[in-house]
T-cell receptor, first 118, second 113 residues
Framework: EPEVTQTPSHQVTQMGQEVILRCVPISNHLYFYWYRQILGQKVEFLVSFYNNEISEKSEIFDDQFSVERPDGSNFTLKIRSTKLEDSAMYFC????????????????FGPGTRLTVL | GQSLEQPSEVTAVEGAIVQINCTYQTSGFYGLSWYQQHDGGAPTFLSY????GLEETGRFSSFLSRSDSYGYLLLQELQMKDSASYFCAVREGKDNQGGKLIFGQGTELSVKP
C-alpha cells in the first residue's frame, strides 16, 4: 500500500543551524502539507503546497521556514536558523484531491521526523 | 477564532463501547476527520464525515451534526491495541480540495483488561 515516507527519523542540531527535512509523498497525490507536534501537544498546521507553490501557511510558518519540491518525488521543509522552540515532531502529509461534490481528500501522514534543537 | 474541544482522557475496559465527543468552532468547514496516534507516531486516518449522519467502518463509527458543530467517534468491542490518542480534525479550505486540518488537543484512550 502506498505510504508517505520521511527522512531522517531523528535530527539533532545546534541552535542557529539550518536543517532540511525530507518527505516523499504518495506518488499520485497533488497536495502536500507539513505539520508539527510539540511533545504532548496537538498537531499544528504549518503549510500546504499545490501546483508548485504554497497554497496556505500558518502564522508559525515565518521567514525562517521554506518548502520546496525539488523534483517529481521529494518535498522538503527547510528551517534556516533553528531555535530551541523548533524542537518538535514534524509530519509530512499528502492528499490526492478528488473531483465531485463531496471530497474526502484524506490526508495521509508520514512517520515524522523528530527534530531536537540544542 | 478556531477551536476544537474534546475530552483529554477516557478509560474503558476491553470489549466495551466508548464515545469520544468533539465540538468545533472554525471559520471554514469541509468535514470532520478522526485520526489515531500511538505514542507520538504518525496520525493514522480513521474516519471522515462531510455530511450529517453516521459513517461506519468496522468497529469504528463517526457521527456529525453540522448544525450543532458536533461530532463523535464511537469505538466498539474495545481491544487493548485501541489504547492511543484520538484526534478530531476539521478540514478547512478555499474549495473542495486540499485544505488544512485543524486538530483538537486529542483524547488519550486507555483500555484496561
Amino acid at each position: 500500500e502506498p505510504e508517505v515516507t520521511q527522512t531522517p527519523s531523528h535530527q539533532v542540531t545546534q541552535m542557529g543551524q539550518e536543517v532540511i527535512l525530507r518527505c516523499v509523498p504518495i506518488s499520485n497525490h497533488l497536495y502536500f502539507y507539513w505539520y508539527r507536534q510539540i511533545l504532548g501537544q496537538k498537531v499544528e498546521f504549518l503549510v500546504s503546497f499545490y501546483n508548485n507553490e504554497i497554497s496556505e501557511k500558518s502564522e508559525i510558518f515565518d521567514d525562517q521556514f521554506s518548502v520546496e519540491r525539488p523534483d517529481g518525488s521529494n518535498f522538503t521543509l527547510k528551517i534556516r536558523s533553528t531555535k530551541l522552540e523548533d524542537s518538535a515532531m514534524y509530519f509530512c502529509a499528502s492528499s490526492g484531491g478528488t473531483s465531485g461534490t463531496i471530497s474526502t481528500d484524506t490526508q495521509y501522514f508520514g512517520p515524522g521526523t523528530r527534530l531536537t534543537v540544542l | 477564532g478556531q477551536s476544537l474541544e474534546q475530552p483529554s482522557e477516557v478509560t474503558a475496559v476491553e470489549g466495551a463501547i466508548v464515545q469520544i465527543n468533539c465540538t468545533y468552532q472554525t471559520s471554514g468547514f469541509y468535514g470532520l476527520s478522526w485520526y489515531q496516534q500511538h505514542d507520538g507516531g504518525a496520525p493514522t486516518f480513521l474516519s471522515y464525515n462531510a455530511l450529517d449522519g453516521l459513517e461506519e467502518t468496522g468497529r469504528f463509527s463517526s457521527f456529525l451534526s453540522r448544525s450543532d458543530s458536533y461530532g463523535y467517534l464511537l469505538l466498539q468491542e474495545l481491544q487493548m491495541k485501541d489504547s492511543a490518542s484520538y484526534f478530531c480534525a476539521v478540514r478547512e479550505g478555499k474549495d473542495n480540495q486540499g485544505g488544512k486540518l485543524i486538530f483538537g488537543q486529542g483524547t488519550e484512550l486507555s483500555v484496561k483488561p
